[in-house]
C-alpha cells in the first residue's frame, strides 16, 4: 500500500467513525495516522530576496497539490502550485508585477505593510484574467513579519483556502547583529499554519455550510507550509519561527510538548525591545508572530496547539494536536546558540488624551442580537448593525491624526485587521493587554472588548478606501467589513 493510499484508508476510517466532519475533534486524527509513516522533511517556500533587485514578477495560476499525503486537489498559489514564495523587501521602492493566469478576478493586499490605499491590493484593486497589476510599493516601515493573500470582495475566503497567499518579510539585513538565526529553511523557519477539510476521498473542497458561514470554515487536518504530517529538520540550536496563521478561521493555542517557553521575539508590525517567554501563544486567523524556541542538545520537540472552540470562546478544550514536530540533524551545523537579549524594537505608546472613541461593534449574524433585517440582502454579519458595501464609504480620517477605537466582539472571539497601519493595544477587557499583544499589532484577537490606538500616515482616498474587518474568512465574505478613507 503507498504511504497516500494507506492515509485515505485511515481517513475513511474516521470520515465513517463521526457523523460529520465539522468537530474540531477531528483534527487531532489524522495527525495521529501520520505520525506512524516514516517522517518527511517539511519544506519552505522559495525566497525571493529583493532588497537589491527592487523588483518582483508573481503569476497567480491554477494548480494541484496532493499535500504530500492525500488525493490530487485543486489548488493556486501565486508562482506555485499552492501558496507564493517569501517576499522580503526592505526600505525604498520595489516594483511588483502581479500577473493574473487564473479564470477570476484576484487581488493581492499587502497584509501590515503601510502604503497609500491605491496601492494597498484590496476589494477596490482587482485584477482581470489575463491582465497584469503594476504597483511600486513605497517602504518605510521598520523589519516586520508581513503576509499577502487574494482580497476579492466576497471571494477571499475561497481563494486564501485554494492558496493565494504568501508570506513578506520587511527586513534591514541586520538580524545577524541582533543575534537571530538567519538561514533561511535551517534555523530561519517561515511557518505557515493552515488547516484543510479532507473528505473521505481526500479532496479538499472548499464548501463552507451555513453553520460554517457562521462560525467559520474549520479543517480536519494540520497543513503546514503545504504539507500534512511533515517534521521540521533542524541544527540542534536556536530555532526562529516565523509564524502566521494563515487558516480561514482556526485559532491556535501554541505551545511546545516538552513545556519549553516560546520566546517570543516580534509581534505583526515588527520586533519586541527584547524576547518576551510565553508559555502558550494564542494566534487567530491573520495574525504573525516570531519565536525562538531551543533545541539544544534535545534530539527533537514538538509544536502542539490547544482546541479552542469559538463557539463557546473556549481555549485549550481537550487534548492538544500536534503542529509541527522538530528532529535535529547535527550536520546542519551550528547556529545561534544564545538568546539575544535585546532586540531593538520598541513598544508602541500613542498619547491618547482628548481622543474620541470610535465604537466597532462586531456582529455575527443570528447570535447576540446582531442580526439586523437591513444586514438579510448582503451577508449573515456585519460591523454596527450594516454588512459591508463595496460602494459606502463608512467614515473619513484625517492623515496624521491619533485614533482610538473600540472592537466589542460579545457572542465570539474575532480577530480584528485594519489596514494601512500597525496600531497599539490599549486595553482587553479593560485589563492591560496580554504580553503577546504588547507589540505593534495589524490583527488582534478580541474576545469581548479591547481597545486600540493608531495613527494613519499613507493616505486613503474615496475610490482606494482601507478595509477593517474580521480575518475569520467566512466573516469577512459573509460582511463584517467596513472601509474608511484617509485624507
Ligand atoms: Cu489580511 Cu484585509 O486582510
Ligand atoms: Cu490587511
Ligand atoms: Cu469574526
Redesign the pocket.
Known amino acids: 500500500m503507498t504511504r497516500s493510499a494507506l492515509m485515505l484508508s485511515r481517513r475513511r476510517f474516521l470520515a465513517s467513525a463521526t457523523a460529520t466532519a465539522v468537530s474540531t475533534a477531528v483534527l487531532a486524527r489524522p495527525l495521529r495516522a501520520t505520525a506512524q509513516t516514516a517522517p518527511r522533511a517539511l519544506r519552505y517556500p522559495e525566497l525571493i530576496d529583493a532588497t537589491q533587485s527592487r523588483r518582483i514578477t508573481l503569476t497567480a495560476a491554477p494548480g494541484r497539490s496532493d499535500f504530500d499525503a492525500m488525493t490530487d486537489v485543486a489548488t493556486a498559489g501565486f508562482n506555485a502550485a499552492y501558496l507564493g514564495p517569501v517576499l522580503r523587501l526592505s526600505r525604498g521602492e520595489t516594483e511588483i508585477a502581479l500577473e493574473n493566469a487564473m479564470a477570476e478576478e484576484i487581488s493581492a ?1 499587502w ?1 501590515g505593510l503601510i502604503v497609500p490605499g491605491e496601492v494597498d491590493g ?1 476589494p477596490h484593486q482587482p485584477v482581470a484574467p489575463g491582465t497584469t497589476w503594476k504597483v511600486v510599493l513605497p517602504i518605510a516601515q521598520d523589519p516586520a513579519p508581513l503576509w499577502f ?1 487574494s ?1 476579492i470582495h466576497g471571494r477571499t475566503g475561497p481563494q486564501v483556502y485554494a492558496g493565494l497567499a504568501g508570506m513578506m518579510q520587511i527586513a534591514d539585513g541586520r538580524d545577524g547583529e541582533r543575534g537571530l538565526p538567519t538561514a533561511h529553511g535551517v534555523d530561519d523557519l517561515p511557518i505557515i499554519l493552515q488547516d484543510k477539510r479532507f473528505d473521505d476521498t481526500g479532496e479538499a473542497v472548499y464548501n463552507p455550510s451555513m453553520h460554517d458561514r457562521m462560525m467559520g470554515f474549520l479543517g480536519n487536518a494540520m497543513v503546514v507550509n503545504g504539507q500534512v504530517g511533515a517534521t521540521a529538520v533542524v541544527p540542534p540550536g536556536l530555532i526562529r519561527l516565523r509564524l502566521l496563521n494563515g487558516s480561514n478561521a482556526r485559532i491556535y493555542d501554541l505551545h511546545m510538548r516538552s513545556g519549553q517557553p516560546l520566546m517570543m521575539i516580534a509581534s505583526d508590525g515588527g520586533f519586541l525591545p527584547a524576547p518576551v517567554a510565553l508559555d502558550r501563544l494564542l494566534l487567530g486567523p ?1 495574525e504573525r508572530a516570531e519565536v525562538l524556541i531551543d533545541l539544544t542538545g534535545a534530539p527533537g520537540d514538538s509544536l502542539l496547539s490547544g482546541m479552542v472552540d469559538n463557539s463557546m470562546m473556549g481555549i485549550g478544550i481537550g487534548e492538544p494536536f500536534e503542529v509541527l514536530p522538530f528532529v535535529t540533524d547535527a550536520s546542519l551545523g551550528a547556529g545561534v546558540d544564545r538568546l539575544p537579549e535585546v532586540l531593538g524594537g520598541t513598544l508602541p505608546s500613542f498619547d491618547t488624551a482628548g481622543t474620541i472613541l470610535r465604537r466597532i461593534a462586531l456582529d455575527t449574524g443570528g447570535m447576540g442580537g446582531g442580526m439586523m433585517s437591513g444586514m438579510m440582502g448582503h451577508g449573515p454579519h456585519g460591523i454596527n448593525g450594516r454588512a459591508y458595501e463595496m460602494d459606502r464609504i463608512d467614515f473619513t480620517l484625517k492623515q496624521g491624526e491619533v485614533q482610538r477605537w473600540r472592537i466589542e466582539a460579545l457572542s465570539m472571539m474575532h480577530p480584528f ?1 485594519v ?1 494601512g497601519v500597525q496600531f497599539q493595544v490599549l486595553s482587553e477587557n479593560g485589563a492591560p493587554p496580554a504580553p503577546r499583544n504588547l507589540g505593534w499589532k495589524d490583527t488582534v484577537l478580541v474576545s469581548g472588548m479591547a481597545e486600540i490606538a493608531m495613527r494613519f500616515v499613507a493616505p486613503a482616498p474615496d475610490h482606494a478606501p482601507y ?1 477593517y ?1 474580521c ?1 475569520i474568512l467566512e466573516h469577512e465574505d459573509g460582511g463584517m467589513m467596513g472601509q474608511f478613507a484617509v485624507s
Open positions: 493586499h497584509h484590496g493573500h482580497h491573520g485587521h489596514h478595509m474587518h480575518h
